[in-house]
């Protein structure tokens, strides 16, 4: 398994200010992935992340909402720009690790979010 | 990927075993079934998951049907740690995207 940590673990901020959010994991891992949990709700996926491509990202997000950099194989930032109170949720990043034929996603404890 | 329905919540008695249902009657032949949980303002962490046959590893037992549209995740000895929301999911297997439905909630109750 991955481990992975995210920082910060919560913030609050102001709307209309941005929040870099970093996910480390302490393997090398081809696939990371960005998800979104919003009050009460499910996860959403965001974007997927490989090292040294363009992020993929999902409908209704834009690179433009929530740049993210891939800079190596342990290391990945997503960052909320032009934040309303409507951003506030739970950010979490993922990894996809493999073992043998077995495919598995580890998450990160997530970056809790409150725009005010 | 193919969708999933599971009961909205489910109770158990600390101790006994658990048995969280999902239907997949979609699935299609290269997509497996994966299990998550997630416990209140928690990463969600992954429990078990297999193709076709039964699987057993530390945590948990998944049993598929035979015709792969419904599947079981056993909790053999439930206890208070367990309530969290359960997700089924199914995928094909490498790089692609986890899609979450709303789960099951369980409330382990001594």
């Known amino acids: 398994s991955a481990v992975i940590s995210q920082k910060p673990s919560r913030d609050i901020c102001q709307r209309g200010t941005s929040l870099t959010i970093q996910c480390q994991v302490d393997s090398q891992v081809t696939m990371m992935f960005w998800y979104r949990q919003q009050p009460g709700q499910s996860l959403t996926l965001i974007a997927t992340?490989?090292?040294?491509?363009?992020?993929?990202?999902e409908s209704g997000f834009v690179i433009d909402k929530f740049p993210i950099s891939r800079p190596n194989l342990t290391f990945s930032t997503l960052t909320v720009s032009n934040m309303s109170p409507e951003d506030s949720s739970i950010y979490l990043c993922s990894v996809e690790s493999a073992s043998g034929s077995n495919y598995e996603q580890y998450f990160g404890p997530g970056t809790r979010l409150t725009v005010t | 990927d193919a969708k999933t329905t599971q009961p909205t919540s489910m109770d158990c008695a600390e101790g006994r075993a658990a048995n969280l249902p999902c239907n997949h009657s979609?699935?299609?032949?290269?997509?497996?079934v994966y299990w998550y949980r997630q416990i209140h303002s928690q990463g969600p962490q992954y429990i078990i998951h297999g193709l076709k046959n039964n699987e057993t590893n530390e945590m948990a037992s998944l049993i598929i049907t035979e015709d792969r549209k419904s599947s079981t995740l056993i909790l053999p000895h439930a206890t208070l740690r367990d309530t969290a929301v359960y997700y089924c999911i199914v995928r094909v297997g490498y790089g692609n995207k986890l899609v979450f439905g709303a789960g099951t909630i369980l409330r382990v109750k001594s």
């Open positions: 992340a490989n090292q040294g491509s363009e992020a993929t990202y």
């Open positions: 979609t699935i299609s032949g290269n997509e497996y």
